[in-house]
C-alpha cells in the first residue's frame, strides 16, 4: 500500500480553546497549526469536524507535523483527507 504525504490542508486542525467572558469561560474551536500544538484529545479536522490524530516529524528531512484521521470514512469524505474520493461532507461522529 502507498502511503501518500499529507494533504497541505491538514497542517492546520481546531483546538478545543478557553476564552475569558464576562460571564465566566467560554469554549469555542480555533483553527491553528499543527506545529504549535501540543496533542490533545480536544482536537479535530478544520474541515469535517472528524476526530483526528497527531503525527509529529520524525527526522530532519521527514513529513512535517501533521493530523490524520481517525476514522477511514471521514478520511474518504473530507477535502484533507488521505482517502478523499471527491465529495466533501461533515463527519458523521463530529467532535463537538
Given at each position: 500500500?502507498?502511503?501518500?504525504?499529507?494533504?497541505?490542508?491538514?497542517?492546520?486542525?481546531?483546538?478545543?480553546?478557553?476564552?475569558?467572558?464576562?460571564?465566566?469561560?467560554e469554549?469555542?474551536?480555533?483553527?491553528?497549526?499543527?506545529?504549535?500544538?501540543?496533542?490533545?484529545?480536544?482536537?479535530?479536522?478544520?474541515?469535517?469536524?472528524?476526530?483526528?490524530?497527531?503525527?509529529?516529524k520524525?527526522?530532519?528531512?521527514?513529513?512535517?507535523?501533521?493530523?490524520?484521521?481517525?476514522?477511514?470514512?471521514?478520511?474518504?469524505?473530507?477535502?484533507?483527507?488521505?482517502?478523499?474520493?471527491?465529495?466533501?461532507?461533515?463527519?458523521?461522529?463530529?467532535?463537538?
Amino acid at each position: 500500500m502507498k502511503i501518500k504525504k499529507p494533504d497541505e490542508r491538514m497542517y492546520v486542525c481546531e483546538v478545543d480553546t478557553a476564552y475569558q467572558t464576562n460571564s465566566g469561560i467560554e469554549y469555542r474551536w480555533k483553527k491553528v497549526d499543527v506545529e504549535l500544538t501540543a496533542n490533545t484529545d480536544r482536537a479535530r479536522c478544520a474541515y469535517c469536524a472528524g476526530s483526528v490524530k497527531f503525527h509529529r516529524k520524525q527526522k530532519a528531512n521527514g513529513t512535517a507535523d501533521h493530523v490524520e484521521h481517525r476514522s477511514r470514512q471521514d478520511s474518504e469524505n473530507c477535502m484533507g483527507g488521505h482517502y478523499f474520493k471527491g465529495e466533501h461532507r461533515r463527519s458523521q461522529n463530529p467532535v463537538e
